[in-house]
């Protein structure tokens, strides 16, 4: 699991857990911190993340290599991961890049469809985010496309995970990973959510308050 935020404090708490890989970050996500850009990937890095995604920015395939060559220049123990945008320039650049770095790992986003996706396997991203609630508000089922991926990537031997994305509850992350995605990348508040149900937070309070009445009885 991947945890989506730039937020320093929500990496540490939540990093506190094992629960997650990694951190994804994209420019609205950075721009709620407001923060410096490449300051912030260095922040993020030295609280000891093992992989950080940072989407490389651009209207052009030159645009996005330009900024790709900028983000790597932070990458000197191989823990940056970059995310592409899926469109054509995006495929170009995604193609240039390995050509330049073969190691880059390459995280094709702002996927709204199976087709874009398969796309992006062929391109060569190591990995594709496909986003479940955007696709929802969009008329897509994004479960039915996941499965369509997965199928597509296993049935082809193609090396390409699916990084679900874009959740606004925790049904659509487990029906994501249920469909075939391989992780998911999720918000602080959602992770919270996963775990801390209301039922089992009073429950676990009764088994608290229990533990001690036997203490008190049996002291
Ligand atoms: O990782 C991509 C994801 O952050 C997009 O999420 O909530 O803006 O649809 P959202």
Do not use: W
């Amino acid at each position: 699991m991947y945890l989506d935020t730039a937020n320093l404090a929500e990496i540490s708490e939540a990093f506190k857990t094992g629960v997650f890989q990694g951190v994804t970050t994209n420019p609205t996500i950075l721009l709620k911190e407001k923060t410096d850009r490449m300051k912030q990937i260095r922040d993020i890095l030295a609280l000891g993340i093992s992989r950080l995604y940072v989407q490389v920015l651009g209207d052009s395939a030159e645009a996005l290599i330009e900024d790709y060559r900028r983000v790597r220049s932070l990458n000197e123990e191989g823990r940056i991961a970059y995310k592409v945008s899926m469109d054509v320039h995006g495929l170009e650049a995604v193609k240039r890049i390995k050509e330049e770095d073969p190691d880059a790992e390459i995280l094709g986003t702002a996927i709204y469809s199976a087709d874009q996706a398969i796309l992006g396997a062929l391109a060569g991203c190591d990995s594709v985010a496909p986003y479940v609630n955007r696709m929802e508000n969009n008329g897509v089922n994004p479960f039915e496309a996941i499965q369509k991926m997965r199928m597509f990537f296993d049935d082809r031997g193609l090396a390409c995970t699916i990084v679900a994305a874009s959740f606004k509850n925790t049904n659509q992350i487990v029906g994501a990973l249920t469909a075939g995605a391989h992780t998911a990348t999720i918000p602080y508040d959602l992770f919270l959510q996963m775990i801390n149900k209301d039922v089992a937070v009073n429950a676990i309070k009764v088994f608290n308050q229990h533990g001690e009445e036997l203490e008190r009885q049996t002291r």
